[in-house]
């Protein structure tokens, strides 16, 4: 699945077809194709070792091979939009990004991007959050520090309920793979924050999220859009409170949770922990319920669709 599958829009109707000739790059997303020998649509791996659990969880999904081809340019969303050390949870961890990393190059990836809007002063995010030093550790990696006019595209959004076209990150376009790293986390406005929310880093107008629209509705609208190809929630440290910035009540389930629908590893991020000090159903998190509603993806998975694993 190269670029052209990084944006979903829903093939009903003369508007998404319209949408699809106005932008050939704006078309159905699909499930990248699996092993068939291991194939679950999610994994839930817990141990203390970060790149242990983190290549676990991708090998659960037929190995990194089953996503990134040789010559591929991947870009990965982390979010590192605050000065906060990961630990706090706020942020994802830099050992995540450098396992992924090092399975993208091991998969013979010809270039590979970590991008992000930073919600303060983007210098000091990245410092904070220890992607400065990763960066400096790892030279095979580009950090990209959206937010300027010229970093974004508009695509139209036929289906979306809050805005008829939007304001995405231009660096879509240019790669084969798209992998959403996001933290697990709470939110004051829609509960939690995880893979539908972290997308939210790959826009221009958050404002317009926040003010002009309703923010559920919007977070689902982006979901139905823009699909990765794969999604892995850190969910090594979790900011239980005051999120999504923090400082915060600060939980360790150590895990990682990968699939290739993000709503569904979104669903098991929040039945991990209890979020807002609360014990959350899926069900209940309105831009969870609305994007599965949209096809964005699903809410439960069989059990014997999922691979667990506790590697200690």
Known sequence: MKRRDFFRTTLFGAAAFQAARLAPWVTPAHAAPLSPAVDPTLAVVKGQDIAATVRAAVDALGGIDAFVKPGDIVFLKPNMSFPNPPE????????????????????????????????????????????????????????????????????????????????????????????????????????????????????????????????????????????????????????LTNGPGGPGSIGQPGAVIAGTDPVAVDAAGVRIAEWNNRMNDPADIRHLALAAERGAGSLTTPEEQIFRSNLG
């Open 88 to 239: 706090w949870g706020s942020t994802t961890h830099p050992d995540v990004i450098r396992t992924v990393v090092r399975l993208c190059e091991e998969a013979g990836a010809r270039r590979i991007i970590a991008a992000d809007f930073p919600m303060r002063r983007a210098e000091r995010c990245l410092e904070k959050s220890g992607m400065t030093a990763l960066a400096a550790e790892l030279p095979q990696l580009t950090f990209v520090q959206l937010g300027e006019d010229k970093d974004f595209v508009t695509i139209p959004a036929p289906d979306a309920t809050q805005f008829q076209e939007i304001a995405v990150a231009k660096l879509l376009q240019k790669a084969d793979v798209f992998i959403n790293l996001p933290t697990a986390k709470a939110h004051s406005g829609t509960s939690v924050s995880m893979a539908l929310k972290n997308l939210m880093g790959l826009i221009q107008d958050r404002r317009a999220f926040h003010g002009d629209y309703d923010l559920h509705e919007a977070v689902a609208d982006l979901g139905a859009l823009i699909r990765p190809q794969l999604t892995l929630l850190d969910a090594h440290y979790a900011l």
